[in-house]
């Protein structure tokens, strides 16, 4: 396959009068994972629905390996992990998977082993209606799992997955990338994310606002950095009156700079000598780039620092 | 395809096994069948009719009413209930068409509708067997009863189905099915019945009244029923038999077959408007 995996391009969605998507473009390549962020609301369930043909959009158009969303032959490309995974109470966890892997084509073998590779293989003969929600969220996936998934996407997953579940969630994204998936994953939990994903797509309002590498984001906003310097033989008030930082508690000291200012102002801190003990370099992480693409102050603390936009 | 079929309906025998749903629709059944059979045990003796065929009769009846709601209660929840449970998104974007989900569905809770009823008449007629003076011919009528009682299953079940795809909320589909329920079952013989008082024997009543009574899909089982039997027994609807109203004999047989494909089809064409 040459061409994206899913290729979104200009697509509008609106229910009624309110307008969920406006003239949205993205491509997703095979073996990339992409992280949608946006406010609730700002529309990304709903591009996530329209590339699971779970939805119609108005104007524009979407391929999914070349084929409509929702058709067959995309169908048997998906994976999908909803934001509130749910499934049947009455049956157990294996019944559950099972019943998914047949309609996948795989054998009920497979349904078990998915259900150990998510640690549920003490629980999987257990009803669905007496697990936790954790146990609810891996049972989702354990679905995602099945057969060989082109087109994964993820609404919301870590919601209600305890850290060591989520450490086992990522490991799965790696290796469904690594096995040429196109990822697309929506979510709030922006630190989660930062070390995780290949691009970043932002939409606000319905509108895409950021689609890039998350080092280019940070180049592109311009962010301020921080640097956090620590106090050595001088005391932290009279560095901050000598750099011009704002004191933090009583041994450090923040400064902020452009990036352009960097090295400048790093050059200037060492100056100082025995004065200092040690520095810090903070560049904006990946909560302060979406604050920035969204419209939002960056979240940088400190007095007289400028609006971010 | 068909293994994908019958995936899902494995899945949804499995749930109604555990929600009980065999068990009251086998229950209701049985215990319904054994009463009228034992109260139709009397007069039958007198007629001097053979009592499989007096109690097949009774079991008739019973269906009209009992078959109907068993079906609309199995399948009101069938899309409405994925719906509030958030299961159907996940589901559609299986590779599963429309089509094999509700089909899937569909032959399961047929599958419920046919043990519930075979059990319920086997019991009873094993019953009334028991007692005496039961023949083969009996037997016959009570075998075409089964049929057309599945039949009937189909056709309440494929229309419970529609419901569920259109109000997609569970609440909603359940009072819906009532509804349904008993407009299929009492009013649309009430309004018939006032229709033909009013009429006072003209045109309506010996031209239009057949043809409305064999259209209802629960009259067309009741006159296919009752007059299929060797001996005239007192109906327990409208109507004695199709000869007696005019209308050719298969009429009936054809209402009652072209009902569930009707519904089945239009199901599938709601189905697959429906935006997860």
């Known amino acids: 396959m040459s061409g994206p995996a899913i290729a979104v391009s200009n697509v509008s969605k609106r229910y009624r009068k309110q307008i969920a998507l406006d003239g949205v473009s993205l491509d997703v390549a095979p073996g990339e994972r992409v992280a949608l962020l946006g406010h609730n609301g700002a529309g990304k369930t709903t591009l996530l629905k329209l590339v699971l043909g779970l939805t119609h959009c108005d104007a524009g158009s979407i391929a999914v390996l070349g084929a409509s969303p929702g058709s067959a032959a995309a169908r048997r490309a998906y994976a999908y992990l909803p934001e509130n995974v749910a499934f049947h109470k009455l049956l157990t966890g294996r019944e559950q998977i099972a019943m998914l892997a047949r309609l996948k084509g795989e054998s009920a073998q497979r349904a078990a082993e998915s259900l150990e590779r998510v640690g549920l293989g003490d629980a999987m003969d257990r009803r669905i209606g007496t697990y936790s929600k954790g146990m609810r969220q891996r049972l989702g996936l354990a679905q995602l799992i099945i057969g060989q998934p082109q087109i994964v996407i993820l609404d919301e997953p870590t919601s209600g997955l305890d850290p060591i579940s989520r450490e086992m969630f990522y490991s799965i994204v790696v290796e469904l990338a690594e096995a040429g998936a196109a990822v697309i994953h929506s979510s709030h939990a922006l630190t989660e994310l930062e070390a995780r994903t290949d691009r970043i797509a932002i939409l606000r309002n319905g509108q895409l606002v950021a689609d890039d590498r998350l080092a280019q984001l940070q180049i592109n906003a311009n962010l301020p950095i921080r640097l956090r310097v620590q106090a050595g033989l001088e005391s932290a008030d009279s560095i901050a009156e000598r750099l011009g930082g704002a004191r933090i508690n009583g041994q450090a000291v923040e400064l902020i700079c452009q990036p352009g200012e960097k090295i400048a102002r790093l050059a200037q801190v060492t100056s100082l000598g025995e004065s200092v003990r040690d520095i810090d370099v903070i560049p904006p992480s990946l909560e302060d780039v979406y604050r920035h693409y969204c419209g939002l102050d960056a979240s940088i603390d400190g007095a007289g620092m400028e609006k971010a936009s | ?276």
């Not at chain 2, 029923?225 to 060797?230: H, I, R, T, V």
């Not at chain 2, 209402?255 to 009707?262: Q, R, V």
Request: proline residues 3%.
């Open chain 2, 1 to 276: 395809m068909t293994g994908r079929i019958a995936a899902m309906a494995a899945a949804e025998l499995k749930i109604a096994l555990r929600n009980r749903w065999i068990l009251t629709a086998t229950f209701m059944m049985t215990v319904f069948g054994l009463v009228l059979a034992l109260a139709g045990s009397a007069p039958a003796g007198t007629v001097g009719a053979d009592r499989l065929t007096v109690t097949v009769a009774s079991l008739a009846t019973l269906s009209v009413y009992l078959v109907p709601l068993i079906a609309l209660l199995l399948s009101y929840d069938a899309i409405a209930g994925e719906v509030e449970r958030g299961t159907l998104p996940l589901l559609l974007t299986y590779p599963v068409s429309r089509r094999d989900i509700l089909a899937g569905k569909l032959v399961a809770q047929l599958a419920v509708v046919a043990l519930a009823v075979a059990i319920g008449f086997g019991i009873t007629a094993a019953a009334v067997w028991a007692a005496g003076g039961a023949s083969l011919g009996g037997l016959r009528d009570l075998t075409r009863l089964y049929a057309s009682a599945v039949l009937l299953g189909g056709t309440f079940l494929a229309a419970g189905f529609c419901l569920s795809a259109v109000t997609r909320q569970s609440a909603a589909a359940a009072s819906l099915a009532i509804a349904i329920w008993i407009v299929a079952v009492v009013l649309f013989d009430v309004a018939l019945l006032g229709a033909v008082v009013v009429d006072d024997g003209g045109l309506f009543t010996t031209h239009v009244f057949p043809w409305l009574l064999v259209a209802g899909p629960t009259d067309a089982f009741r006159l296919f029923n009752l007059s299929g039997l060797n001996v005239e027994l007192e109906a327990g609807g409208l109507g004695g038999s199709a000869a007696s109203l005019g209308v050719p004999g298969w009429a009936p047989l054809v209402s009652m077959a072209l009902w569930p494909c009707a519904l089945v089809v239009f199901a599938a064409f709601i189905f697959r408007r429906c935006e997860a």
